[in-house]
Structures are given as C-alpha cells and as structure tokens.
C-alpha cells in the first residue's frame, strides 16, 4: 500500500527558511508526477510546486518562484521542498501528492493526483 509521509514543517520568523520532506513507502514506479499543495485556513488547496518524474522539469506557483525548490532523492523515496524567504502568507497545512499522470498545463488542480500525505503545518510569523 503507497504511502507519503510529510515532515518537516514548523514555526519561523518571516525571511526563515524550512525543508518539507515526503517520504513514500510501498511507491510504485510509475508515478508520473509528485508535487507540493498547501492549504490555509478556509482557503482552497492550492498547487506550490510539482515535478514531473518523466523529464525532471519543475514548476512552481507564481507566488512562491525564485523562493520555494522541488526536489527529489530516488534512493530515499524522498521529495523535498526547500522553502527559502518565508513569509506569513506561507502559513499553511503543506501536503504532498502523487499522480499516475502529469499534465504540465493542470498540475495545480489537486483532484488530478492519486495519493496523499496527511499534512505538515508551517506558520511563519513574529
């Protein structure tokens, strides 16, 4: 049974920097796509940043680009996210997701992915 496992998250002071980890078990290899969402209190869930197993490419919100780098260890059945400048409009509950398929135009849309963790809260503030 596919598993993710999020850890990392915690509390910062504004301009901090964090690194999510998604460890997954029992991954099978085909999934196409891991990606990052996060979702702030009565906000929807919204796509941080996704990267595409087939040709390694990345792609990352407007809101967090030049600040937040995807990641990934094939040995350690990992994906990073190393989030750098942090800012309180960062807090949020971060998930991460895995798909069976990738679409580079819909990477956002959370019901396109296929498994999920259970969440790991960042809140960044004085």
């Known amino acids: 049974q596919v598993q993710l496992v999020e850890s990392g998250g915690g509390s910062v002071q504004p301009g901090g920097s964090l690194r999510l980890s998604c460890v997954t078990s029992?991954?099978?290899?085909?999934?196409?796509?891991y990606a990052w969402f996060r979702q702030a209190p009565g906000a929807e869930r919204e796509g941080v940043s996704c990267?595409?197993?087939?040709?390694?490419?990345?792609y990352y919100a407007d809101s967090v680009k030049g600040r937040f780098t995807i990641s990934r260890d094939n040995a350690k059945n990992t994906v990073y996210l190393q989030m750098n400048s942090l800012n309180p409009e960062d807090t949020a509950v971060y998930y991460c997701?895995?798909?069976?398929?990738?679409?580079?135009?819909?990477?956002?849309?959370?019901?396109?992915?296929?498994?999920w963790g259970q969440g790991t809260q960042v809140t960044v503030s004085n």
């Open positions: 997701a895995a798909g069976f398929g990738f679409w580079a135009t819909d990477w956002g849309r959370a019901h396109l992915y296929d498994y």
């Open positions: 990267l595409s197993t087939s040709d390694g490419r990345s």
């Open positions: 029992g991954s099978p290899s085909n999934f196409y796509a």
